[in-house]
């Protein structure tokens, strides 16, 4: 079946520091890939999304990069802000047929002024 | 702007009550999911519908249930509440590429709070 492995949290970082989380997946087939971000007492949002292989999604200065030979959609920013504190969960698309979403465990990051 | 709505935004009830969790969307998206949070942040698929009629069960087993009467509404029932319902519980709709949708990405409610006492 599908999954998404998701860098391990808590991330800290001070303000203007270089973010990545790590995310890989296994599934068949050529699933869409996604970003949501979770602000405290929120639902889920879409930060970015990419739906083939080296498609690159980006939003707010977040960008991830479709890498299907190695199963990745890593999360970067050049210089994460205080208002960036929230938890990031990657997710995929059913690969075969969309019947659900499939989640990583999130990644709660935190940064400090 | 997703138009995806969860009510009631907190809810604080004593043990044995019956409860329904109300989700609407105005998007006309055929698919709809409950996920259970929990404080450890991971999301736990616990319903999901593919279309007016049609509800599965999802990866987390949970004593809830849900009706899909109408495409917009996707409302989850605990007929006798725990302590061990406390949680968050997220509402999600999207397109189904299976039937031509433009697009597979999830739009979620804001979720409901839930504390059993």
């Known amino acids: 079946g599908n999954s998404v492995t998701q860098m391990e949290g808590p991330v800290t970082l001070s303000e203007e520091a270089f973010l990545t989380i790590n995310c890989t997946y296994t599934a068949t087939g050529y699933p869409s890939l996604f970003w949501y971000v979770q602000y405290p007492g929120e639902g889920l949002q879409l930060l970015l999304k990419a739906t083939k292989a080296d498609d690159k999604g980006s939003n707010k200065g977040f960008e991830a990069t479709y890498r299907k030979e190695t199963t990745s959609f890593h999360l970067e920013k050049g210089s994460v802000q205080v208002s960036d504190s929230a938890v990031y969960f990657c997710a995929l698309s059913g690969a075969v047929s969309a019947r659900q979403l499939t989640f990583g465990s999130g990644t709660q990051l935190t940064v400090l002024p | 702007e997703a138009d995806i709505y969860q009510t009631p935004r907190y809810l604080v009830i004593g043990t044995g009550k019956k409860i329904t969790l109300e989700c609407s969307q105005t998007?006309?998206?055929?698919?709809m999911y409950w996920y259970q949070q929990d404080p450890g942040m991971e999301l736990h698929l616990i319903h999901y519908s593919y279309g007016v009629n049609s509800t599965e069960k999802g990866d987390l087993s949970s004593e809830s249930t849900v009706s899909r009467i109408r495409t917009e509404h996707f409302p989850l029932t605990l007929e006798s509440a725990r302590p061990s319902h406390t949680s968050q519980y997220l509402c999600?709709?999207?397109?189904?590429?299976?039937?031509?949708?433009?697009?597979?990405?999830?739009?979620f409610g804001q979720g409901t709070r839930l504390t059993v006492v």
């Open positions: 998007m006309g998206h055929d698919k």
């Open positions: 999600a709709s999207s397109d189904d590429p299976d039937r031509g949708g433009r697009d597979t990405e999830a739009f």
